[in-house]
DNA sequence: GTCTATAGGGCGATAGAC
DNA sequence: GTCTATCGCCCTATAGAC
């Protein structure tokens, strides 16, 4: 066992959550995160880039789509493509459902937050144009498909969360999906 | 004439364009363009609520698309709806090329200036989906057409500003939202 | 690990318009 | 008298610099 206490950046999301729950964003100091976490203010700052990065993962997400992305059959058209890739994260959804509501109803009462969160969808929106176009898709028609389907997975998530069966949220990219097509059609 | 000059915002948000554009967002102060301005710092923060929003003109172009909205026949496809209300604004750009120009370069040169950028958009496709359900159109059909009509605006905006031959962004609209259909389909 | 500049909020004062 | 725009000063927390 080492000089501290393992997973200080697992501690830190865990009580910035919780506090951020607790009293609000704006009203929950670093300081205050830190110190429940059992480090110092610095040690934050060393994990995340900001107060706000502490509640998203990075670029974890848009890693997993893009990589599922090539793995996708290259018959499909890129919006299904995109679609199944967004369905093969189902798990990573699916086995935190109430982590993912509270971690939501945070980000949705405060405007801070909800600014990061579409700068996340719009950077995975941007991963996976590019990875369209590395499968030869061209221009427009790659970054429309990666705007359109982050556009089905902002609503599949939005009704996931809301979903009082609990189906898992692959069911919801795929309804959204073909919502999205009958509007278009 | 009053104790001061007049336009005090406008004066503002000329300052602020002006210094981001010469030194970058992050290494200009709020002194530096209140300065500028000639106006003290505490009413930069009376007219925007940060240093942000200084670039961004509230909810005007939203409250535009939505009013553009109303006025659209009412046989149209929400999608078409949305994208007709989009072209009707097409003056509010058409008009201050070298100014979106300029602003956008600003934009794009810093993360925290894209967030805003993007709260903006998505909060316009919010405006737009209840306009949609005000119109009779359901859900989910009322936010993924909200979306998808953003997402072609977003592509349209982008090339409007590349655009050699400057072109209407109507027309850009047009062309994008044709590609969004024949990716759909 | 320590230091510091700056964002941005609170509150009261001032002075013109009406 | 009220309303509204501006200023001045004080404060704390963030986040970057050293």
Redesign the interface.
Known sequence: MGRWEPDAKGRLERAALELYAERGFDDTTVAEIAERAGVTERTFFRHFADKREVLFRGDELALLVVDALKSTPADL???DAVALALESTASFFDDRRPHSKKRQSVIDAN?AL???E??KL?SMAESVAHALRDRGVSD??A???A??G???F??AF??WLDDRAERSIAVHIR??LA???????
């Open positions: 058209s890129p919006l405007p909800r600014e990061r579409l700068i719009a427009p028609a970054g429309l498909s705007e359109a982050i556009a089905v902002k609503v939005e009704r309804e959204a919502e999205l097509k009958s509007v278009t059609s």
